[in-house]
Protein backbone atom coordinates (compact mmCIF):
# COMPACT_ATOMS: atom_id res chain seq x y z
CA UNK A 1 0.00 0.00 0.00
CA UNK A 2 1.40 3.67 -0.75
CA UNK A 3 1.24 5.95 2.04
CA UNK A 4 2.44 9.31 2.57
CA UNK A 5 5.56 9.93 4.11
CA UNK A 6 4.97 11.43 7.28
CA UNK A 7 7.08 13.78 9.45
CA UNK A 8 7.85 11.36 12.95
CA UNK A 9 9.85 13.13 16.00
CA UNK A 10 11.78 9.86 15.93
CA UNK A 11 13.31 8.69 12.51
CA UNK A 12 13.45 5.05 13.90
CA UNK A 13 10.11 4.42 12.79
CA UNK A 14 8.52 4.08 9.23
CA UNK A 15 5.68 5.73 7.85
CA UNK A 16 3.67 2.58 8.03
CA UNK A 17 4.04 2.94 12.00
CA UNK A 18 3.64 6.16 12.47
CA UNK A 19 0.21 6.39 10.36
CA UNK A 20 -0.90 3.94 12.93
CA UNK A 21 0.45 5.84 15.83
CA UNK A 22 -1.35 9.08 14.20
CA UNK A 23 -4.61 7.41 14.00
CA UNK A 24 -4.28 7.03 17.46
CA UNK A 25 -3.19 10.59 18.31
CA UNK A 26 0.08 8.91 20.08
CA UNK A 27 2.81 9.46 17.33
CA UNK A 28 4.20 12.54 19.04
CA UNK A 29 4.17 11.14 22.37
CA UNK A 30 5.80 7.33 20.97
CA UNK A 31 8.46 9.78 19.23
CA UNK A 32 9.41 11.41 22.38
CA UNK A 33 9.15 8.51 24.42
CA UNK A 34 10.93 5.86 22.40
CA UNK A 35 14.38 8.60 21.68
CA UNK A 36 17.24 6.64 22.70
CA UNK A 37 15.24 3.70 22.90
CA UNK A 38 15.89 2.19 19.54
CA UNK A 39 19.58 1.96 19.25
CA UNK A 40 21.66 1.02 16.56
CA UNK A 41 23.94 -1.20 19.16
CA UNK A 42 23.27 -3.46 21.33
CA UNK A 43 23.73 -2.27 25.19
CA UNK A 44 25.62 -4.74 27.15
CA UNK A 45 22.84 -6.45 28.62
CA UNK A 46 21.24 -7.11 25.05
CA UNK A 47 24.44 -9.19 24.26
CA UNK A 48 24.91 -10.95 27.33
CA UNK A 49 20.98 -11.78 26.78
CA UNK A 50 21.33 -12.89 23.12
CA UNK A 51 24.94 -14.77 23.70
CA UNK A 52 23.39 -17.13 26.37
CA UNK A 53 20.05 -17.84 24.34
CA UNK A 54 19.44 -21.99 23.90
CA UNK A 55 17.40 -20.61 20.75
CA UNK A 56 16.03 -17.46 18.90
CA UNK A 57 13.49 -16.77 15.71
CA UNK A 58 15.08 -14.94 12.31
CA UNK A 59 12.91 -13.49 10.16
CA UNK A 60 14.60 -14.12 6.44
CA UNK A 61 12.76 -13.54 3.06
CA UNK A 62 12.14 -16.22 0.92
CA UNK A 63 12.75 -16.57 -2.99
CA UNK A 64 9.04 -15.15 -3.97
CA UNK A 65 10.13 -11.56 -1.15
CA UNK A 66 7.94 -13.50 1.62
CA UNK A 67 9.20 -12.91 4.90
CA UNK A 68 9.58 -16.21 7.32
CA UNK A 69 9.47 -16.68 10.81
CA UNK A 70 12.13 -18.80 11.54
CA UNK A 71 13.65 -20.45 14.81
CA UNK A 72 16.98 -21.13 15.11
CA UNK A 73 20.08 -23.11 17.45
CA UNK A 74 23.10 -24.64 17.38
CA UNK A 75 26.04 -26.56 19.58
CA UNK A 76 26.37 -24.71 22.88
CA UNK A 77 26.81 -21.05 22.76
CA UNK A 78 26.26 -20.63 19.31
CA UNK A 79 25.55 -17.08 19.18
CA UNK A 80 28.83 -14.31 20.11
CA UNK A 81 28.90 -10.70 20.10
CA UNK A 82 32.24 -9.83 19.14
CA UNK A 83 31.30 -6.08 19.89
CA UNK A 84 28.34 -4.02 20.19
CA UNK A 85 27.17 -3.73 16.30
CA UNK A 86 27.51 -7.68 15.69
CA UNK A 87 26.32 -11.37 16.23
CA UNK A 88 27.45 -13.74 14.87
CA UNK A 89 25.39 -17.61 14.96
CA UNK A 90 27.04 -20.65 14.63
CA UNK A 91 24.05 -22.61 13.17
CA UNK A 92 23.25 -26.45 13.26
CA UNK A 93 23.63 -28.19 10.08
CA UNK A 94 19.60 -29.22 10.29
CA UNK A 95 19.14 -25.36 10.68
CA UNK A 96 21.12 -24.50 7.68
CA UNK A 97 19.41 -27.03 5.48
CA UNK A 98 16.02 -25.99 6.90
CA UNK A 99 16.53 -22.28 5.90
CA UNK A 100 18.20 -23.07 2.46
CA UNK A 101 16.67 -25.89 1.40
CA UNK A 102 13.05 -26.54 2.68
CA UNK A 103 12.18 -22.73 2.80
CA UNK A 104 14.28 -21.62 0.13
CA UNK A 105 15.42 -18.37 2.23
CA UNK A 106 17.60 -15.73 0.92
CA UNK A 107 20.79 -16.25 3.48
CA UNK A 108 23.78 -13.69 1.64
CA UNK A 109 26.00 -11.04 2.16
CA UNK A 110 23.38 -7.92 2.56
CA UNK A 111 20.41 -9.55 3.03
CA UNK A 112 17.64 -8.03 6.05
CA UNK A 113 17.35 -9.98 8.82
CA UNK A 114 14.89 -9.43 11.77
CA UNK A 115 15.50 -11.06 15.07
CA UNK A 116 13.58 -11.85 18.78
CA UNK A 117 15.25 -13.15 21.48
CA UNK A 118 12.74 -14.78 24.44
CA UNK A 119 13.61 -15.71 27.82
CA UNK A 120 10.59 -18.15 28.68
CA UNK A 121 12.08 -18.50 32.66
CA UNK A 122 11.42 -14.54 32.96
CA UNK A 123 9.33 -13.42 30.55
CA UNK A 124 12.35 -11.45 29.09
CA UNK A 125 12.44 -10.48 25.48
CA UNK A 126 14.85 -8.55 23.19
CA UNK A 127 14.69 -7.38 19.09
CA UNK A 128 17.02 -6.59 17.00
CA UNK A 129 16.88 -5.90 13.42
CA UNK A 130 19.83 -6.28 10.95
CA UNK A 131 21.31 -6.89 7.95
CA UNK A 132 23.81 -10.05 7.29
CA UNK A 133 27.03 -9.45 6.43
CA UNK A 134 28.96 -12.54 6.00
CA UNK A 135 26.98 -16.03 5.48
CA UNK A 136 28.97 -19.47 4.99
CA UNK A 137 28.19 -22.78 6.11
CA UNK A 138 25.97 -22.19 8.46
CA UNK A 139 28.39 -19.31 10.27
CA UNK A 140 26.36 -16.03 10.03
CA UNK A 141 27.40 -12.55 11.01
CA UNK A 142 25.04 -9.44 12.03
CA UNK A 143 25.27 -5.85 12.00
CA UNK A 144 22.99 -4.06 13.95
CA UNK A 145 20.26 -1.84 12.27
CA UNK A 146 17.88 -1.10 15.13
CA UNK A 147 17.98 -2.89 18.87
CA UNK A 148 15.66 -2.08 21.30
CA UNK A 149 13.52 -4.41 24.25
CA UNK A 150 10.33 -5.27 24.23
CA UNK A 151 7.96 -5.57 27.42
CA UNK A 152 7.09 -9.17 28.88
CA UNK A 153 3.29 -8.56 27.93
CA UNK A 154 1.42 -11.73 26.95
CA UNK A 155 4.90 -13.62 27.03
CA UNK A 156 4.25 -17.28 29.16
CA UNK A 157 6.66 -18.68 31.48
CA UNK A 158 7.93 -21.68 30.30
CA UNK A 159 10.95 -24.67 31.10
CA UNK A 160 12.81 -25.56 28.09
CA UNK A 161 14.18 -28.91 27.87
CA UNK A 162 16.52 -30.09 24.97
CA UNK A 163 14.23 -33.00 23.39
CA UNK A 164 16.73 -34.75 21.74
CA UNK A 165 20.04 -34.32 20.18
CA UNK A 166 19.77 -34.01 16.68
CA UNK A 167 22.50 -36.05 14.13
CA UNK A 168 25.39 -33.69 12.99
CA UNK A 169 25.70 -34.30 9.33
CA UNK A 170 28.36 -32.01 7.43
CA UNK A 171 27.53 -28.89 5.98
CA UNK A 172 26.53 -27.64 2.95
CA UNK A 173 29.49 -26.13 0.98
CA UNK A 174 26.98 -23.50 -0.74
CA UNK A 175 23.46 -23.04 -1.49
CA UNK A 176 23.61 -24.97 -4.68
CA UNK A 177 24.46 -28.46 -2.76
CA UNK A 178 22.63 -28.24 0.04
CA UNK A 179 20.77 -31.26 1.03
CA UNK A 180 17.32 -31.03 3.06
CA UNK A 181 16.86 -34.99 4.74
CA UNK A 182 14.21 -33.98 6.87
CA UNK A 183 10.47 -34.76 5.86
CA UNK A 184 8.75 -31.96 4.73
CA UNK A 185 5.07 -30.97 3.26
CA UNK A 186 3.76 -28.35 1.63
CA UNK A 187 0.24 -27.86 0.57
CA UNK A 188 -1.79 -24.55 0.06
CA UNK A 189 -4.68 -25.84 2.29
CA UNK A 190 -4.78 -25.99 6.03
CA UNK A 191 -5.58 -29.79 6.84
CA UNK A 192 -7.23 -31.25 10.16
CA UNK A 193 -3.72 -32.05 11.46
CA UNK A 194 -1.63 -27.79 10.91
CA UNK A 195 -5.55 -26.99 12.18
CA UNK A 196 -5.13 -28.68 15.34
CA UNK A 197 -1.58 -27.03 16.30
CA UNK A 198 -2.55 -23.76 15.70
CA UNK A 199 -5.96 -23.68 17.10
CA UNK A 200 -4.01 -24.94 20.45
CA UNK A 201 -1.16 -22.77 20.24
CA UNK A 202 -0.70 -20.40 23.29
CA UNK A 203 2.11 -18.61 21.25
CA UNK A 204 3.33 -18.25 17.78
CA UNK A 205 5.83 -15.51 15.52
CA UNK A 206 5.19 -13.50 12.80
CA UNK A 207 7.62 -12.30 10.24
CA UNK A 208 6.95 -9.20 8.60
CA UNK A 209 8.14 -7.09 5.97
CA UNK A 210 8.86 -2.99 4.81
CA UNK A 211 7.96 -2.63 1.30
CA UNK A 212 11.35 -1.38 -0.28
CA UNK A 213 14.09 -3.86 1.77
CA UNK A 214 15.66 -0.37 1.56
CA UNK A 215 19.03 1.19 2.87
CA UNK A 216 17.46 2.84 5.72
CA UNK A 217 17.44 1.29 9.09
CA UNK A 218 13.67 1.26 9.40
CA UNK A 219 13.29 -0.38 6.41
CA UNK A 220 13.73 -4.05 6.80
CA UNK A 221 12.39 -6.93 7.99
CA UNK A 222 10.94 -7.53 11.88
CA UNK A 223 9.91 -10.87 13.75
CA UNK A 224 7.40 -10.61 16.76
CA UNK A 225 6.01 -13.07 19.16
CA UNK A 226 2.34 -13.07 19.62
CA UNK A 227 1.32 -14.43 22.47
CA UNK A 228 -2.70 -15.68 24.09
CA UNK A 229 -4.81 -18.09 25.57
CA UNK A 230 -4.90 -21.63 23.34
CA UNK A 231 -7.85 -20.95 20.78
CA UNK A 232 -6.62 -16.84 20.31
CA UNK A 233 -5.82 -17.91 16.60
CA UNK A 234 -8.74 -18.76 14.94
CA UNK A 235 -8.95 -20.50 11.51
CA UNK A 236 -11.92 -20.96 9.21
CA UNK A 237 -11.09 -22.84 5.89
CA UNK A 238 -7.80 -20.99 4.69
CA UNK A 239 -8.04 -18.00 6.53
CA UNK A 240 -6.50 -17.52 10.44
CA UNK A 241 -7.58 -14.28 12.30
CA UNK A 242 -5.97 -13.30 15.62
CA UNK A 243 -6.49 -10.46 17.80
CA UNK A 244 -4.17 -7.81 18.51
CA UNK A 245 -3.80 -6.93 21.95
CA UNK A 246 -2.89 -3.93 23.95
CA UNK A 247 1.09 -3.24 23.27
CA UNK A 248 3.74 -1.37 23.06
CA UNK A 249 2.45 0.94 20.28
CA UNK A 250 5.42 0.59 18.08
CA UNK A 251 3.34 -1.26 15.73
CA UNK A 252 6.31 -2.62 13.63
CA UNK A 253 4.52 -5.75 12.42
CA UNK A 254 1.21 -3.36 11.39
CA UNK A 255 2.99 -1.00 10.22
CA UNK A 256 4.64 -3.30 7.79
CA UNK A 257 1.45 -4.75 7.04
CA UNK A 258 -0.13 -1.46 5.68
CA UNK A 259 3.25 -0.94 3.43
CA UNK A 260 2.92 -4.98 2.77
CA UNK A 261 0.44 -7.24 3.06
CA UNK A 262 2.96 -10.44 3.09
CA UNK A 263 3.55 -12.07 6.12
CA UNK A 264 5.16 -15.40 7.80
CA UNK A 265 3.77 -17.23 10.72
CA UNK A 266 5.67 -19.98 12.21
CA UNK A 267 3.97 -22.69 14.80
CA UNK A 268 5.84 -25.21 16.88
CA UNK A 269 3.94 -28.33 17.97
CA UNK A 270 5.56 -29.07 21.79
CA UNK A 271 4.87 -32.65 21.56
CA UNK A 272 6.57 -33.85 18.28
CA UNK A 273 8.60 -30.94 17.76
CA UNK A 274 7.12 -30.17 14.42
CA UNK A 275 7.91 -27.01 12.82
CA UNK A 276 4.90 -25.17 10.54
CA UNK A 277 5.55 -22.41 8.51
CA UNK A 278 2.52 -20.34 7.24
CA UNK A 279 2.72 -18.08 3.86
CA UNK A 280 0.16 -15.36 3.77
CA UNK A 281 -1.04 -12.17 2.56
CA UNK A 282 -2.36 -10.31 5.89
CA UNK A 283 -4.86 -6.76 6.29
CA UNK A 284 -5.59 -4.99 9.68
CA UNK A 285 -9.40 -4.79 10.37
CA UNK A 286 -10.00 -1.91 12.45
CA UNK A 287 -12.49 -3.14 15.75
CA UNK A 288 -15.77 -1.00 15.69
CA UNK A 289 -17.01 0.68 19.02
CA UNK A 290 -19.67 -1.05 19.70
CA UNK A 291 -18.44 -5.13 18.79
CA UNK A 292 -17.30 -6.79 22.07
CA UNK A 293 -16.25 -9.99 19.67
CA UNK A 294 -13.15 -10.34 21.90
CA UNK A 295 -12.26 -8.99 24.81
CA UNK A 296 -8.77 -7.36 25.20
CA UNK A 297 -8.47 -6.81 21.40
CA UNK A 298 -7.41 -3.74 20.05
CA UNK A 299 -7.88 -4.56 16.45
CA UNK A 300 -7.78 -7.97 14.33
CA UNK A 301 -5.34 -9.07 12.08
CA UNK A 302 -6.94 -11.10 9.34
CA UNK A 303 -4.41 -13.83 6.91
CA UNK A 304 -4.79 -15.53 3.35
CA UNK A 305 -3.14 -18.67 3.52
CA UNK A 306 -0.94 -19.27 0.44
CA UNK A 307 0.49 -22.03 1.42
CA UNK A 308 1.66 -24.37 4.47
CA UNK A 309 5.00 -26.02 4.98
CA UNK A 310 5.26 -28.58 7.71
CA UNK A 311 8.80 -29.93 8.77
CA UNK A 312 7.99 -32.91 11.21
CA UNK A 313 10.54 -33.41 14.21
CA UNK A 314 12.92 -30.79 13.48
CA UNK A 315 12.58 -28.88 16.39
CA UNK A 316 14.99 -30.00 19.71
CA UNK A 317 13.33 -27.78 22.31
CA UNK A 318 10.22 -28.69 24.56
CA UNK A 319 8.56 -25.25 26.08
CA UNK A 320 6.22 -26.08 28.73
CA UNK A 321 3.99 -23.63 30.19
CA UNK A 322 4.90 -23.31 34.11
CA UNK A 323 2.67 -19.88 34.42
CA UNK A 324 0.36 -17.98 31.52
CA UNK A 325 0.39 -14.42 31.26
CA UNK A 326 -1.56 -12.72 33.57
CA UNK A 327 -2.52 -10.48 30.83
CA UNK A 328 -3.81 -13.36 28.34
CA UNK A 329 -5.57 -14.74 31.24
CA UNK A 330 -7.76 -11.48 30.80
CA UNK A 331 -8.22 -11.78 27.11
CA UNK A 332 -11.64 -13.34 25.54
CA UNK A 333 -12.06 -15.91 23.52
CA UNK A 334 -13.93 -16.51 20.32
CA UNK A 335 -17.38 -16.23 20.47
Same mark, same amino acid.
Given at each position: +? ?22 ? =????? *? ?10 ? +??? #???? %???? @? ?33 ? /? %????? #? ?50 ? #? ?8 ? $? ?47 ? %? ?5 ? @? ?23 ? =? ?6 ? %? ?15 ? /? ?27 ? *????? =? ?12 ? $? *? ?14 ? $? ?8
Amino acid at each position: +MSLPRLPSINPAFHHGEIALQKKL =GIDKE *IGERTKGFIRSY +MPE #QHRL %FFTS @SPFTVLALVNDEGYPVAVPVWGEGDFIESPSPTQL /R %FSLQV #QVWNMMLGALDLDVISGSKVGIVGIEYATRRRNRLNGTINHANNGNLTILVD #QSFGNCPQYI $HKRNTTKRRRLAIGVQPESNASCNVNMATTTTNVIDTRVRTIIESAETF %FIASRHS @SLGQEANEGLDVSHRGGKAGFVNVK =GNTITFPD %FSGNKFFNTLGNILLDP /RVGLCFWDNETGDLLFIKAKASVESLEPN *ITEFE =GAERFVSLSVLSVT $H *ISGVYPYSHEITDMSP $HALKTGDWK
